[in-house]
């Protein structure tokens, strides 16, 4: 009898084995399922706008900032107060035309004569 009950034993264990293994082969060989893909969206709404030929006017105005492009400071170069501008602004003139006329300054002393102009290279 234990021989009997021993080998009872061995089919039961054998039995769930090969089950046990069975579903793990089933499992394993079963090809993986795609995840379900959310449904496509509805198409866009679109307008419908008809063409028509016609002049249209174009506008030429702009925004934006002028300079000159030629511009003059005008300093004195003299020490002492300026008495008269003889010049306007925003005005030309003439090259030879003094453009103000200085007060009185300082006498410089006898020892020091005073500076020469170097002539201007043209």
Known sequence: MKLRALIGRIAAVVLVLALAGGGVYLFMTQP?????????PPPPQVGVAELKAADVALPLEFSGRVAGFRVVEIRAQVSGVLLKREYLES????????????????????????????PRRR
């Open 91 to 118: 005005s030309t003139s003439a090259r030879s035309c003094s453009a103000s006329t200085p007060g009185p300054t300082k006498r410089r002393s006898p020892e020091r004569p005073p500076r020469q102009r170097r």
């Open 32 to 40: 993986a399922k795609a995840p379900a893909a959310p449904p496509a």
